[in-house]
């Protein structure tokens, strides 16, 4: 498994390298990658689309080899979308996820604690995974106590990089334009650590998360 990047709204240049999040009106590229993901975006729920958000990610994960993961799903205190419909989607999400097995690729915004609760609550078995983390490094730290990993893209506190163990360390484009490769080589340099040993250490990682729970 050739996996670098595990998060990206791009149509992947290399499509082996790269989980692509596949979002309900682009149902028609997902012949053209290797990976992808797809869920319930909290920015997008509504009560008259919801059951049929939910029956779409049950269509798509069961009838496309290529899924290996849920998401995005969580929850956003900065969006308008009723906090009662996202907490309803992504309770769904957690459920599903878990029972296929899937890791879960989270969107979080102000509302940190309330993810880690639901962590506990739930006490899944498949691996989480907050995308895009920016947080300090006492944030990071919060996280992983609850065995929750993060994936660091193009912004982020080196701080907090350099807490991360590599067995909860991931990284993404998102939607930028800088290549995976690019995201590595800057991480890298901060954790001091070799260029090649990192890629292949992210190779092996998302190996074993998403192949092996």
């Not at 009723?82 to 989607?89: I, R, V």
Request: hydrophobic share 40%; with cysteine; net charge negative.
């Amino acid at each position: 498994m050739d996996i670098l990047d595990i998060h990206t709204h791009r149509i992947p240049e290399q499509p082996l390298n790269a989980i692509w999040n596949c979002m309900p009106k682009d149902e028609s590229l997902l012949h053209r990658v290797d990976y992808c993901s797809v869920g319930i975006h909290p920015w997008y729920v509504t009560e008259a689309n919801l059951s049929e958000q939910k029956r779409w990610v049950e269509e798509v994960v069961l009838n496309t080899p290529s899924v290996v993961a849920i998401g995005e799903a969580g929850l956003d205190k900065a969006t308008d979308v009723p906090w009662e419909l996202q907490l309803n989607a992504f309770e769904w999400q957690i459920e599903w996820a878990d029972r296929l097995g899937l890791p879960l690729i989270l969107h979080v915004v102000k509302a940190h604690n309330e993810v880690m609760e639901m962590k506990k609550k739930y006490r899944p078995r498949n691996r989480w995974i907050v995308h895009g983390f920016r947080g300090k490094r006492q944030l990071a730290e919060q996280y992983l106590r609850e065995g929750i990993s993060l994936s660091f893209g193009t912004r982020y506190s080196e701080d907090a990089l350099r807490a991360i163990p590599y067995d909860k360390l991931f990284f993404e484009t998102d939607e930028s334009s800088e290549s995976i490769y690019h995201i590595y080589e800057q991480a890298a340099k901060t954790l001091q650590y070799p260029y090649e040993e990192l890629l292949a250490q992210g190779k092996r990682q998302i190996g074993r998360a998403f192949y092996n729970g």
